[in-house]
């Protein structure tokens, strides 16, 4: 308790922390609000509307509330290098590993934090900028099948902003520079998104259209066209049943090799090293 004490303190103690978190839902909030007034005359789809409650940008490497995330964790580890709360000699290895497991705590619940407050503040601007010509009554009437269908997606994206804020952590941890580790953290999305279709793909099992939408890197290439012939998604009015397929046990775990890797070398590496 008294790491999670420590590291909750040094997070709020921090100006980046706050400007992070102000620069994401502003920005969330416009990117929002952009989709809304894009949005094609008509039943606003499910698909379509979670587009809108993530904010995704095509061709960014993570939706915007996973980027903030990424950087808060590589803030925090960064700061922690910069400035260590006890000297090198006094810092053993299970200690550093308490410390490093009590940052991944700690973001993990802001992250969530955050991942929550981005899709209540999304959910405002699409209620007030969505065009007159859209048809959202089957989702603000508390149409059951489409609500449950947002809210599989939803907890797809919540689960990628905390998987990202741990990267965030994990590889700073890795290289001890904050910029580094957010620059390593921006170029994963791009190297094992297509590793993650291939994978898959060798079990028979295809990507499911929606988690490429949650996806931005991925759907920028669909939505650019240059996608492989036959690999592209086809947006339905609402989520198909293929997204159950995110709870199968080969999705699952070819999506959390790449992160239970991470987690690994960095206690193989924190092993060989005298400070945090």
Known sequence: MRVLAYELRRLRGLRSTWCVLAAVLLGDA???AVIAHQL??????????????????????????????GALG???YGHEVRHPGLAASQVAYR????????KLAVIG????????????????????ALPLRVDAGQLFAGDVPSLLAAGRALAVFGALVVLAGWSGVLTTSLVRSAAAGMLILCALPALLEPALVLALRQ????LPDQVRELLPFQYGLDWLGV???????????ALSPELQSVLQPVFLAASLAPAAALLVACL??????RAL
């Open 95 to 102: 200690r550093r590993i308490g410390l490093l497991a009590g």
């Open 40 to 69: 094609p005359s008509g039943t606003l789809s499910v698909s379509a509307a979670v587009r809108s409650l993530t904010a995704i940008v095509p061709l960014l490497p993570l939706p915007i509330a996973a980027l903030g995330a």
């Open 74 to 76: 590589a803030l925090s």
């Open 227 to 237: 996608t492989p012939q036959g690999t592209a998604p086809t947006l339905g009015p």
């Open 109 to 128: 619940l802001l992250a969530v934090a955050l991942a929550v407050a981005t899709i209540v503040l999304d959910v405002v601007v699409l209620r007030f």
């Open 203 to 206: 079990v028979g099992r295809p």
């Open 30 to 32: 416009a990117v929002a």
């Open 268 to 273: 193989v590496v924190q092993a060989r090293r």
